[in-house]
């Protein structure tokens, strides 16, 4: 797969100090996932942006969640396939620790099969404040 420059930005998402509210994030995941075609791309960026919307929704307790989506961007080939690029930004350290993977569980294995991906099109790293890279 040949990408030269077709680089778009897709969402803000929670990189808005409107989304963090004060909060200081303790850690960061970034992603990359790689789809197969223009069908997967499309499906992959709609469960993106719906996920996205239900974070920036007030939660039933009245607190923002314990993470938030940051931007999103995609880079194309002319064929379709290509990669989706987003991060996570985490702001409690045991939700995290917890759930920093969770892509790779059974409930996301279902979801990534109707999207046509599975945890194997993921590259995912995690740099958390307190311990530096990891």
Not at 102 to 127: E, N
Request: charged share 25%.
């Amino acid at each position: 797969m040949y990408i030269e420059n077709n680089g778009q930005l897709v969402s803000w998402g929670g990189s808005t100090e409107e989304r963090r509210q004060g909060r200081t994030p303790i850690a960061e995941s970034h992603a990359t996932i790689k789809v197969k075609d223009e069908i997967t791309m499309s499906r992959c960026l709609t469960a993106l942006e719906e996920s996205d919307s239900r974070l920036a929704m007030p939660s039933m307790n009245g607190r923002p969640a314990n993470y938030d989506w940051t931007i999103v961007y995609k880079d194309a080939a002319d064929d379709g396939s290509g990669n989706i690029h987003f991060g996570v930004v985490w702001y409690d350290q045991d939700y995290y620790e917890a759930h920093r993977d969770t892509f790779k569980g059974r409930f996301h294995g279902h979801l990534f099969a109707q999207l046509g991906i599975s945890a194997d099109d993921f590259s995912v790293s995690h740099w958390n404040r307190e311990y530096a890279a990891v």
